[in-house]
């Protein structure tokens, strides 16, 4: 069965740094989104992505995010100067237009 | 907005006993409604959905109905194993023609199933 790929499955950084998380989606699938979850809440939309550009977003993604589709399998979440609040799990997932979504298994992103 | 309530937990029982576990909504039209679970330490798989009203997901003996009068779509499980003790999360895309629309998420509710 397709899965969508994120990679790393653990990201520590220091605050103030750029991290880059990166996701391969399905490969026939058209939309794109990153979703967040920080310990022990809600899963909350970040932002989704379609015909090389952002559909929506929520009030989140800030300017300190950015999302890219750098190429023709790579999706990836930019946090320009990341804070400690930005810790949480980061996860990718893709639809092909219909119902279904696909999750990746997640970014643990620590900032320290 | 769209919005999913969900019951608080963390709800505790009994191995075989039998599992419910409530969700409403608040969406314009007819939205698409979905349960997730997430085991300890992985990602979020979708466990079953609805896409119509009285729709009927089910799933590894897991169902849920789509209620469009009563905004619910409860999970229900007739006899629950330790192996289903996770978080459940019951989510919403709304209706949006071309599609791409985003999930919006209950809070969770987390299961544990003794022996």
């Known amino acids: 069965e397709p899965e969508v790929t994120q990679t790393p499955s653990h990201q520590v950084t220091q605050m103030g740094q750029e991290v880059i998380l990166r996701c391969v989606p399905i490969?026939?699938?058209?939309?794109f989104y990153w979703y967040r979850q920080i310990l022990g809440q809600k899963v909350e939309f970040l932002v989704s992505?379609?015909?090389?550009?952002?559909?929506?977003k929520s009030e989140i993604f800030d300017d300190q995010f950015s999302v890219e589709r750098p190429d023709g399998s790579n999706f990836t979440l930019k946090i320009r100067s990341t804070k400690l609040e930005d810790s949480a799990m980061y996860f990718c997932?893709?639809?092909?237009?219909?119902?279904?979504?696909?999750f990746g298994s997640g970014t643990r992103l620590t900032v320290v | 907005g769209d919005s999913v309530t969900q019951m608080e937990g963390p709800v505790t029982l009994s191995e075989e006993a039998f599992l419910t576990i409530n969700c409403t909504y608040t969406?314009?039209?007819?939205?698409?409604l979905f349960w997730y679970v997430q085991y300890p330490g992985e990602g979020l798989q979708l466990l079953l959905k609805?896409?119509?009203?009285?729709d009927k997901g089910s799933n590894k003996g897991f169902e849920a109905t789509y209620r469009k009068e009563t905004t619910s779509f409860h999970l229900e499980k007739g006899s629950v194993q330790v192996s289903d003790s996770a978080v459940y999360f019951c989510a919403l895309r709304g209706e949006k023609a071309g599609g791409g629309n985003k999930l919006t998420f209950g809070t969770g509710t987390q299961l544990k199933v003794e022996l």
């Open positions: 609805a896409t119509k009203a009285d």
């Open positions: 969406a314009t039209g007819y939205p698409s």
């Open positions: 992505f379609y015909n090389n550009e952002i559909s929506e």
């Open positions: 997932a893709s639809s092909g237009g219909l119902v279904g979504y696909t």
């Open positions: 490969s026939n699938h058209l939309y």
